[in-house]
């Protein structure tokens, strides 16, 4: 089932690798593929644990694939960026970032998904785990930047939004319910 997922989440990659020719814009394109790819990815990885405490269905072990899925599109995105937009010209990142605020919101988003990468496999998890929980913070963050780097927002965009809502507001509402 994980090699599966695995095919699944990178499918999209296969498709934008063939309309990377026919493309008015590539690196616009590649910036919404994988975008739309890594905040996806890191919605569905609150889905397990949602989907246990509501439904009693067990997708935990599911949950690491496709939160290593969701890094592999950030860092895609983030590579976009860094190597064909600004062709690793560091003075042009930073005065883009000037410019344009919401890239320093994306790269905190990035760099709690990369600490969250780094210490996935077991030795470090054991010891970091408590720390996963800045995915809500990672989410967050992502979601404002992904709407916010938007010049119009679109259905999409408050889809997005409205499903990470949701997503947290479970969250929330488990653990209030948990200590309350």
Known sequence: MKIFLILLALLPL???YYQLDNAIDPI????AYTGIGAI???LLSLIPSSCKRICTINWLRYRKTIGLLAFVYTLLHVSVFVVLDSELDFMSIFEKSLKKPFIYVGLIAFIIVLL????SFKKLFAK???YHKAVYLALTLALLHSFWAQKVAGVFEYGIVAVGLVLLGERVWAWKKRYM
């Open 14 to 16: 296969g498709v934008a």
């Open 28 to 31: 616009k394109m590649l910036y």
């Open 40 to 42: 996806s990815l890191l």
């Open 116 to 119: 969250m990468a780094l210490t």
């Open 128 to 130: 970091f785990s408590k």
